[in-house]
């Protein structure tokens, strides 16, 4: 599952998640309490998120962390790697 957070509004992530056809969520933090919590800002006083990424495995440890990605194109690549991976440990 990958779930996106950004510190606007829910109506500007939803047009955002539009312009760009992603299928999934973009939670809104705009307290950013998340973006303080996993380091896309380094204080209350930041107006945009550092554009990150975090893999979180099943038993909710990061198992991955990526400093700075493009999002525009990182989650559909994450999702293909993971699913890759995922259809490797099967066989």
Do not use: W
């Not at 996993?38 to 930041?46: C, K, L, Q, S």
């Not at 550092?50 to 962390?65: L, M, N, T």
């Amino acid at each position: 599952m990958i779930i996106g957070c950004s510190f606007d509004s829910p109506e500007k992530n939803r047009r955002f998640a539009q312009l760009y056809a992603f299928d999934f969520s973009i939670l809104s933090d705009t307290g950013k309490k998340i973006g303080l919590g996993y380091g896309a800002a380094r204080n209350p006083d930041d107006e945009y998120a550092r554009r990150i990424a975090y893999v979180i495995g099943p038993d909710g440890r990061v198992v991955e962390s990526h400093e700075r990605v493009d999002a525009a194109s990182y989650p559909r690549e994450q999702l293909a790697r993971l699913q890759s991976a995922q259809a490797g440990s099967d066989a």
